[in-house]
């Protein structure tokens, strides 16, 4: 129950809690540390399901790329009726 601690130990730790704390006080704080255990029990149990609602709510999310798409280079088309024509310029202006 207690992991390595046997019932002997236990004794002699209830013991000497008793021999500190004395017979008044000693109910006082195991209700205490009782409520404590209770609060964090509480505590942790709640953070886990606010955790498993997020990991749920994330896998439910469609997923979106990362990186946007990589830009398409775009230059004009010459028209399909335009002929090219190359003529010699002589700069004499003849």
Do not use: C, Q
């Amino acid at each position: 129950m207690f992991g390595s601690l046997g019932m002997s130990e236990l004794i002699i730790i209830l013991v000497i809690a008793l021999i500190i704390f004395g017979p008044r006080k000693l109910p006082e704080l195991g209700r205490s540390l009782g409520k404590s255990i209770g609060e964090f029990k509480r505590a942790s149990n709640e953070l886990r399901s606010t955790i498993e609602e997020e990991i749920r709510v994330e896998e439910t999310k469609p997923v979106v790329s990362a990186a946007p798409p990589a830009p398409v280079a775009t230059t004009p088309a010459p028209p399909a009726d335009a002929t090219v024509s190359r003529t010699a310029s002589t700069g004499t202006g003849a």
